[in-house]
């Protein structure tokens, strides 16, 4: 799971991954508040802290999905984490993903002649 010890390394993730992604509503033209929120983030920061230790629990296995702990080798030897979020999708890839909810305004006219 995407276990962040502090906030900034919960803020290089969101800089690296999120901000970039499609899901987020920290990326591009999307708005805090306005645009839902990446439910993979959502749930990291509602539950990670909770269940980080937790290996066997449903939720901790399910998180660990979504965001798996990974270790890497960095060029100075040592041990670096590369969680990457099995939910990525690059803003500037340039297609819709296949079966994506999208949300839209209700069409005022539309709404005008149902009320």
């Known amino acids: 799971m995407g276990y962040f010890s502090n906030g ?3 803020e290089m993730f969101e800089d690296a991954w999120c901000s970039r992604c499609v899901h987020s509503d920290i990326s591009g033209d999307r708005e805090i508040g306005v645009d839902p929120p990446c439910p993979v983030w959502t749930a990291h920061m509602l539950y990670a ?3 980080c230790n937790e290996d066997e ?3 901790s296995v399910i998180l660990e999905l979504l965001i798996p702990r990974k270790m890497v080798k960095a060029s100075d030897g ?3 984490p590369s ?3 099995a939910m990525f999708h690059p803003i500037d890839a340039g297609a819709a993903i296949p079966g994506q909810l999208t949300l839209s305004a209700p069409d005022t006219e539309q709404e005008h002649e149902t009320n």
């Open 49 to 51: 802290y909770e269940l």
């Open 78 to 80: 040592f041990d670096l």
């Open 57 to 59: 629990h449903p939720g």
């Open 8 to 10: 900034t390394e919960g």
């Open 83 to 85: 969680n990457e979020c």
